[in-house]
């Protein structure tokens, strides 16, 4: 078999530990370095529990060593992957970025919604957005893949059959989607730490939140026309964990047979999809610590209610990296994805 070399560029986040964890047990994959500046000097073994002889190193020796890799991994924020990415594939390495740093396509956006000015402009028109059920066609040729933000895969695997079908208008979408606490990351404030939340629910970044128009994008490309939406977050007082509830007015004459054979001909195949019963049939806990996605969607009258749930640092980040990792470089996509 094949083995593969590569690195991750902050490996101990929340994300990244995910990331870690899974490549160590890939079987097509030998980790050449962890770049950590909290744990510079650890040992993964002890850090993260690995099988592995790494220590963690700072992230320039990580940049120094991306020149021997096939692939590495970013899971910075976005600002740091800004720079870092042209660096890498520079060095004649391919990236996979975890960050939102080259997913939108319009520049202009960047300012207000992530707080930076985008200065690769040629790397942002080169990304390829890889969300693997949508867009899996454009992944094996890509230098530097863009992997999705976990509300836009949630959302955009609810919404994109009724998409692609042209069963709903685009313009009238409205979604409210819950994550887990973790999604704000390791390094969250005290608003968004466990014990602020528990016990609590509350919307956050109404009507601002950086993930808008990933999501607009991504379901304008879907379908094909532009889309937009109305997105309201919330945070859940657990761990892990999304649930997407997305509300979409049906063009006239749209039957719920229509819509039922819409999705299960869009994920007939999908290794890592499961379409249930009805939208009150998809729960959390089925797809919390799995790189799953599960679907479900329920029609009455002229309106459809599509709702998923993943895990938000799996499918909506870690394993949906592994997962195009695998698409480029021909392995089976699903190598790897479940640990």
Known sequence: MQT???G????????????ARLLARHGGVALQFLTSDR????????RLNLDSPLKFVPVEQGVALAGSCDAVFLATPAESALHLVPRLLEAGTKVIDLSGAFRLKDASLYPGFYGLTHDAPLWLAKAVYG?????????????????PGCYPTAVALALAPLLRAKLAEPTSLVVSAASGVSGAGRKATEDFSFMELDGDFRAYKTL????????????????????????????????RG???????????????????AAYA??????????????????????????PRAIVGVTVEGNHAVAISAIDNLLKGAASQAVQNFNLLFGLDETQGVFG
């Not at 991750?8 to 990331?19: K, M, Q, R």
Request: hydrophobic share 50%; proline share 6%; charged share 15%.
């Open 4 to 6: 593969l070399k590569v």
């Open 8 to 19: 991750i560029i902050g490996a101990s986040g929340y994300t990244g530990i995910e990331l």
């Open 39 to 46: 744990w510079v000097g650890e040992a993964a073994s002890a």
């Open 131 to 147: 969300l693997p059920e949508l867009f899996r066609a454009a992944i094996p040729k890509a230098q530097l893949i863009a992997n």
């Open 208 to 239: 601002k939140h950086q993930h808008t128009p990933e999501i607009a994008q991504t379901l304008s490309m879907v379908g094909g026309v532009p889309a937009s939406l109305v997105f309201t977050p919330h945070l859940l007082p657990v761990k």
């Open 242 to 260: 999304i649930l997407a509830t997305a509300v979409a007015t049906l063009k006239s004459g749209v039957s719920t047979a229509e819509v039922t």
């Open 265 to 290: 001909e869009a994920y007939r195949d999908e290794p890592l999809v499961t379409v249930v019963n009805g939208a009150d049939a998809v729960r959390l806990a089925q797809a919390v610590g799995t």
